[in-house]
């Protein structure tokens, strides 16, 4: 076979590959440098937007203890508490009041990236330019749960009779069961206020004050004693796929009857692959924003973390990227200006 480069041509080729390679460790090792210098001394706020205790919280107050260590500098870490709208009022703080320097990061509900596309007036921001940072799960299959003493609790029930659905707010569980309402004549009554998320909603549906959810997560409803004493039934799988555990249980996707229907599934329960999504407001330099990519991915490998978070989190690290995250924002913005406006109906 013929010589295809001289064998100047490939000293010369080395010597370019490697005069890159030191160029892109220096660049690394400058941007480190100045993120050590600036993040020395200082503490970073992670804002989540429900109150201390449920799931959105404990992941953030995991993800605190031990993120700074990878960020150059070793910031304290903290977590802040600012419940409201959904989620709307931490978004709002976040991307509007906060600093912009890189010490500030959010934490909200999962449709909130959705809350200006579907025209929700008090939603000043633009997740389109969010500094996403990424996220560590993916939703593990979240379920209209319902106790089984509900009015309904089968498909051909839920549209004949009413049944009460707690949310905090304009949440996941607002949004899927106003989304069952829409497309599939479900007669589900939302009642929100439990700004506490999770854990305040269960405590709910235990008391009696509601009779489900419709965005609770499968592996911690199987795990829950109301479950395996069989007073708590799944009646819907809010997902676009079947859960193998689920079996004779319908997904929502298996109920759309039509084409447009199915892109709606697809944009509203599109999120649940980067559920708990972290991100900063717009503006912060981007030597900061690369330094805290750079600490959460190195956080996702950091054994002791991996072994907490799995234990709060039974599905485990499911990894999504920034430009994952930001795909996703960007092709439901992309979609028709008739199907946006029949998801405005119900979110």
């Known amino acids: 076979m013929p010589r295809i480069f001289s064998r100047a041509s490939e000293i010369a080729l080395s010597f370019l590959i490697s005069a890159a390679a030191i160029a892109a460790h220096n660049v690394g090792s400058a941007i480190a440098q100045d993120a050590g210098a600036f993040y020395k001394g200082q503490s970073i706020s992670i804002v ?3 109150t201390p205790g449920g799931g959105y919280d404990q992941t953030a107050r995991i993800l605190v ?14 977590v802040r508490n600012m419940p409201g709208a959904g989620t709307v009022v931490a978004a709002n703080h976040v991307n509007n009041a906060a600093p912009k320097d890189g010490t500030v990061i959010g934490l909200y509900a999962d449709l909130l990236p959705l809350a200006p596309l579907l025209g929700v007036k008090e939603a000043r921001f633009d997740p389109r330019k969010f500094g996403w940072i990424g996220s560590m799960a993916a939703r593990a299959t979240p379920v209209l749960v319902l106790r089984s003493d509900s009015p309904a609790t089968t498909v051909d029930e839920l549209r004949k009779r009413e049944v009460l659905i707690g949310a905090s707010g304009p949440d996941a569980s607002t949004s899927y069961a106003l989304l069952l309402n829409e497309l599939f004549g479900f007669r589900l009554k939302v ?11 269960e405590l709910a549906v235990e008391r009696g004050e509601v009779h489900g959810r419709a965005s609770a997560e499968w592996t911690r409803v199987k795990a ?3 479950f395996q004493k069989k007073d708590l039934v799944v009646a819907v799988q809010m997902s676009l796929e079947s859960n193998p555990e689920l079996v004779g249980i319908p997904t929502a996707y298996d109920l759309a009857v039509n084409a447009d229907d199915r892109q ?27 330094a805290l990519r750079a600490a959460f991915l190195a956080t996702k490998d950091d054994a002791d973390f991996k072994a907490e978070f799995l234990k709060a989190y039974e599905p485990g690290i499911r990894y999504s990227s920034p430009e994952d995250i930001l795909a996703f924002v960007e092709r439901s913005y992309n979609l028709s200006p008739a199907t946006i406006g029949r998801a405005k109906k119900f979110m």
């Open 48 to 50: 989540v937007g429900y």
């Open 264 to 290: 709606i599934l697809e944009m509203v329960l599109g999120t649940n692959r980067f559920f708990r999504a972290f991100s900063t407001a717009a503006g912060v330099p981007e030597y900061r924003l690369t």
């Open 224 to 226: 829950m004693d109301a």
């Open 65 to 78: 203890r031990y993120m700074g260590k990878h960020i150059p500098g070793a910031p304290a870490m903290i």
């Open 191 to 201: 009642l929100s206020g439990y700004r506490g998320g999770t854990a305040e909603i």
